[in-house]
């Protein structure tokens, strides 16, 4: 059974896993990585966050083939203070719409991997 601390997006332990709630009402688990050195996984998506405001929604395949997403990301990068991935989703582009409006859900509950 998973533990639920009630914590910060940015306090949350590497390795642990937030709910994120997306602009219709979804879900996400996402997973915390460290901001200043994970390494995409090509099927993935990853959230670039400060606190609780999405900065940057993507993937390894966005920041190859597409510039725009590229530019977004390094700036992002400049002022983020968390980072989190979200297993290879059903229908990307619809989950990259919705987090990109996302927030903690439940007043930031995490949970031990």
Not at 29 to 51: H, P, T
Not at 77 to 89: E, H, K, M, S, V
Request: hydrophobic fraction near 45%; aromatic fraction near 8%; include cysteine.
């Amino acid at each position: 059974m998973p533990v639920n601390i009630p914590i910060s997006a940015k306090a949350a332990p590497l390795g642990w896993t937030m709910d994120w709630q997306g602009r219709s009402g979804a879900r996400y688990r996402l997973f915390r990585e460290q901001l200043d050195s994970f390494v995409m996984q090509d099927a993935d998506l990853y959230v670039v966050a400060k606190g609780s405001h999405v900065l940057w929604v993507g993937s390894a395949d966005d920041l190859v083939s597409d510039p725009t997403s590229r530019a977004r990301f390094r700036l992002a990068l400049t002022c983020a203070n968390a980072a989190f991935r979200l297993d290879a989703p059903g229908d990307r582009n619809a989950a990259i719409w919705d987090l990109e409006s996302a927030s903690p859900a439940g007043m930031g509950t995490a949970h031990a991997a």
